[in-house]
């Protein structure tokens, strides 16, 4: 399993941007932690809009971005102390910014371009005391995502069923798992997690049907929790906020809810069995 035994280290990523990475990462995140786990964010995307949203202290940015600790890797605990705080006790983040597209081009032709942020989480053991690091991605198949795949246990695909886009690239996202797994063979697919869907659009059913079909046959899984389209969701991302935050009443809200309910259930169902 894991560099940090007791610690679930889960990259959500597409290729595709839009798809609801950073909404899944944030309120997975911010759910986790309402029901009594401790969750750390790890934001690799250049944009930062995770960390826009759950950095508290907005200063920290000056001094406490993942490219630090990348550039700092022979400090000890480089990732870990700078966790910096959000609106719950039991969730930190570590945050990004623009500063790290200056890292990745440098760095294109090294190791570090799969391995940077692997060999900060195995030799930091401030991170131990994390039970869950969800790792949100950039868009784009480069460095950011190689690194967040070489470093997780599990990889959530957030999939819009309406997006066809999306669903094209699925293929191309399932062969560089494929690839990453010859180097870190400890990465396993949770599954395909459905975002902003539309039950009143007959696309959305549709695809659903076709994908669930395909998958099932290819015994990939699919999430048991649908996200629904919430209009809601934009508004919590204008004022920087979780759902739980603006309403923990929301359809959205309690769909996160239910997934890091489901999520935790079967993490502890496959330690036991690895066992």
């Not at 560099?3 to 911010?30: E, R």
């Given at each position: 399993?894991?560099?940090?035994?007791?610690?679930?280290?889960?990259t959500?990523?597409?290729?595709?941007?839009?798809?609801?990475?950073?909404?899944?990462?944030?309120?997975?995140?911010?759910?986790?932690?309402?029901?009594?786990?401790?969750?750390?964010?790890?934001?690799?995307?250049?944009?930062?809009?995770?960390?826009?949203?759950?950095?508290?202290?907005?200063?920290?940015?000056?001094?406490?971005?993942?490219v630090?600790?990348?550039?700092?890797?022979?400090?000890?605990?480089?990732?870990?102390?700078?966790?910096?705080?959000?609106?719950?006790?039991?969730?930190?983040?570590?945050?990004?910014?623009?500063?790290?597209?200056?890292?990745?081009?440098?760095?294109?032709?090294?190791?570090e371009?799969?391995?940077?942020?692997?060999?900060?989480?195995?030799?930091?053991?401030?991170?131990?005391?994390?039970?869950?690091?969800?790792?949100?991605?950039?868009?784009?198949?480069?460095?950011?995502?190689?690194?967040?795949?070489?470093?997780?246990?599990?990889?959530?695909?957030?999939?819009?069923?309406?997006?066809?886009?999306?669903?094209?690239?699925?293929?191309?996202?399932?062969?560089?798992?494929?690839?990453?797994?010859?180097?870190?063979?400890?990465?396993?697919?949770?599954?395909?997690?459905?975002?902003?869907?539309?039950?009143?659009r007959?696309?959305?059913?549709?695809?659903?049907?076709?994908?669930?079909?395909?998958?099932?046959k290819?015994?990939?899984?699919?999430?048991?929790?649908?996200?629904?389209?919430?209009?809601?969701?934009?508004?919590?991302?204008?004022?920087?906020?979780?759902?739980?935050?603006?309403?923990?009443?929301?359809?959205?809200?309690?769909?996160?809810?239910?997934?890091?309910?489901?999520?935790?259930?079967?993490?502890?169902?496959?330690?036991?069995?690895?066992?």
């Amino acid at each position: 399993m894991s560099y940090l035994p007791g610690t679930n280290i889960i990259t959500i990523g597409n290729q595709k941007g839009g798809v609801g990475k950073t909404t899944t990462v944030v309120n997975l995140a911010a759910a986790l932690a309402r029901q009594d786990a401790r969750v750390l964010v790890i934001d690799t995307d250049s944009q930062g809009n995770c960390s826009s949203i759950l950095l508290k202290d907005r200063e920290l940015l000056k001094t406490n971005l993942l490219v630090d600790a990348l550039y700092a890797s022979s400090e000890p605990n480089p990732l870990s102390s700078r966790a910096c705080g959000t609106f719950h006790p039991a969730l930190k983040i570590i945050p990004s910014a623009s500063r790290s597209m200056i890292w990745e081009r440098e760095v294109a032709n090294r190791p570090e371009a799969v391995q940077g942020l692997r060999q900060l989480i195995e030799h930091d053991q401030g991170l131990a005391k994390y039970d869950y690091i969800l790792i949100d991605t950039p868009p784009t198949l480069g460095v950011m995502l190689n690194n967040a795949l070489m470093a997780s246990d599990f990889v959530i695909i957030p999939v819009p069923p309406n997006d066809q886009f999306a669903l094209d690239g699925l293929v191309t996202f399932f062969n560089l798992i494929s690839n990453i797994r010859k180097h870190n063979n400890k990465l396993k697919l949770l599954g395909i997690l459905f975002t902003m869907y539309d039950p009143s659009r007959a696309v959305s059913v549709e695809n659903i049907e076709k994908i669930e079909n395909y998958f099932f046959k290819l015994k990939i899984n699919i999430c048991d929790v649908k996200i629904h389209n919430c209009p809601e969701v934009d508004l919590a991302h204008m004022k920087r906020l979780t759902l739980f935050e603006t309403n923990d009443m929301l359809q959205c809200a309690d769909e996160y809810d239910r997934l890091a309910g489901k999520l935790s259930r079967k993490l502890r169902h496959i330690r036991k069995n690895a066992e």
